[in-house]
């Protein structure tokens, strides 16, 4: 039995085994055959559904400093900017409009959206739309601060783990940052009954199959409800601007690896992976995605929100963003649906 069989019916590899699979990832017929029974598995869970997610990037202000990202503290180019309760509830006003259940508040590490702060926010989405879901991503916090915004309704949390390779991460990150928090953070996430989300760049700089290989084995053992890849896009204003993006191929080859590891998982084609390739997130669909997460941010706000250069969307309303999604996810046989759009375990 070869590698690709053996996880086709375990749903599980070694880190050596994965790890050979990666540097396989150019294997068209390898690619197509992982795709497919992606494909399948996600058409057997969720049907056609592709799960919409209303995004709303509340704050470009961040204590950390991660040397990839654009919004890091050190950028003194980024156009910092914070939401109010009210615009961000306006947000929802118009994304409830336009058919979304879930709403996600992400935001980079703002000490001034302290836990009531937050917590009244959420409150206040949840008692206007009880019937939504709402979805945080707010970097790491404390085991009370996840339970207070548990109590206030939040109901998913996303934290990418961002690379599961101690010197790896040590790299991408200033030295009051370590892997072992952000797992402790995960840990108690999931202990709190949030459904969670995990993740990982796909490419960033000093990555190797080896790492990659960590990551899948760290989504293999955690389990998460969620999982969040998207290829490395460099930032003009980062130490990393130089460094060349990740490679499309090889995260549409993981997307296939997770969906048949984790065949339940709720998996976005992310807008990192449209912004390298123009069909990018549909080729994502072909390959076991399941989610996508148009902007609900307001349109003068979204450039603020940079990331990574180059990025998608930033410019159309909320409105045009649905529709052309719309379109995109029913050429390639999915169809956008209303929902809140659970996991299904």
């Known amino acids: 039995m070869d590698i690709a069989d053996k996880l086709i019916r375990e749903h599980r590899l070694t880190k050596e085994e994965y790890a050979e699979l990666i540097r396989a990832y ?3 017929n390898l690619a197509k055959r992982l795709a497919d029974e992606a494909v399948r598995l996600r058409r057997e869970i969720y049907g056609d559904a592709v799960y919409v997610r209303g995004l709303i990037e509340f704050t470009n202000i961040c204590k950390n400093d991660c040397l990839y990202c654009g919004i890091r503290k050190s950028n003194p180019n ?3 900017y914070r939401l109010t309760k009210e615009e961000i509830l306006d947000c929802c006003v118009q994304g409830y409009h336009l058919g979304y259940r879930t709403f996600v508040l992400q935001g980079g590490e703002d000490g001034y959206y302290t836990d009531e702060r ?9 008692s206007k739309y009880p019937d939504c879901a709402v979805t945080l991503s707010v970097g790491e916090r404390s085991f009370e601060s996840y339970r207070l915004l548990k109590s206030a309704g939040a109901d998913r949390y996303l934290l990418r783990h961002e690379t599961a390779n101690v010197q790896h991460y040590q790299r991408l990150h200033p030295p009051e940052l370590t892997l072992e928090n952000r797992m402790r953070c995960l840990r108690d996430l999931k202990q709190l009954g949030y459904q969670v989300g995990a993740g990982f760049m796909v490419g960033s700089p000093y990555q190797t199959a080896e790492c990659l290989a960590d990551d899948l084995l760290l989504l293999q053992e ?3 409800e969620m999982a969040g890849i998207g290829p490395f896009i460099p930032h003009h ?14 995260t549409l080859f993981l997307l296939s690896i997770i969906r ?9 084609a992310t807008t990192a992976l449209g912004t390298l390739n123009p069909v990018g997130r549909e080729r994502g669909m072909l390959c076991g995605a399941n989610v996508v997460m148009p902007n609900l941010s307001p349109v003068e706000n979204r450039k603020k929100y940079e990331l990574y250069d180059n990025k998608i969307c930033t410019g159309e309303e909320a409105a045009e963003c649905r529709g052309c999604l719309a379109n995109r996810m029913k050429s390639v046989g999915f169809r956008l649906v209303t929902d809140r759009g659970d996991y299904c375990p």
């Open 118 to 126: 937050l917590a009244d926010i959420v409150s206040a989405i949840k």
């Open 260 to 268: 048949i590891m984790l065949p339940h998982v709720l998996l976005p």
């Open 26 to 28: 150019e294997d068209e």
């Open 78 to 80: 980024a156009e910092r």
């Open 222 to 224: 955690f389990q998460p």
């Open 237 to 250: 204003d980062t130490e990393f601007a130089n460094e060349p993006a990740g490679s499309v191929e090889l």
